[in-house]
């Protein structure tokens, strides 16, 4: 069974930083292209930020030049550095493949930007 347990979420200020980790087993890492997602109360989840397995990366418009997707094939890890975070951030955060994730979700990270 695929596996997905992300880490790294907390409360932060505005214009803070935070650098969140999925941990990914029983599939092949180094292949899939993966994502970020997250999702606030009340909304969609969205895609933030995708990474193929060769590194080419590609974001949402809201978090264009202040988000890096980044990956570590050797250790099935993937990682988001948040900078200059906004309190329209706050979010619980998934990983999962892209663009067609699994149906079964991890428990995600939440992310809280406030005052």
């Known amino acids: 069974q695929v596996h997905l347990v992300e880490s790294g979420g907390g409360l932060v200020q505005p214009g803070g930083s935070l650098r969140l980790s999925c941990a990914a087993s029983g599939m092949i890492f180094s292949i899939a292209t993966m994502g970020w997602y997250r999702q606030a109360p009340g909304k969609e989840r969205e895609l933030v930020a995708g990474?193929?397995?060769?590194?080419?990366?590609n974001y949402a418009d809201s978090v264009k030049g202040r988000f890096t997707i980044s990956r570590d094939n050797a250790k099935n890890r993937m990682y988001l550095q948040m900078n200059s975070l906004k309190p329209e951030d706050t979010a619980v955060y998934y990983c999962?493949?892209?663009?067609?994730?699994?149906?079964?979700w991890g428990q995600g990270t939440q992310v809280t930007v406030s005052s």
């Open positions: 990474i193929t397995g060769g590194g080419t990366t």
């Open positions: 999962n493949i892209y663009p067609r994730p699994f149906g079964s």
